[in-house]
């Protein structure tokens, strides 16, 4: 699945499931081999990196 806000807009639920999946089963498998969990993200979360406030 494509990365851009344009491709997500275009396949909400999709975006949504593979996620919501992904982050369900890696945290089943670490929860079954007692491994701890690290979350991070893109920095796209914070918006457009040409504009600074």
Do not use: C, I, N, W
Not at 8 to 23: M, Q
Request: net charge negative; glycine share 10%.
């Amino acid at each position: 699945m494509p990365a851009s806000p344009a491709d997500y807009l275009r396949t909400p639920v999709d975006t949504l499931r593979t996620g919501g999946f992904g982050t369900y089963h890696a945290l089943d498998l670490a929860r079954r081999k007692g491994a701890p969990v690290v979350v991070a993200s893109t920095s796209e979360v914070y918006g457009d990196p040409q504009e600074h406030s």
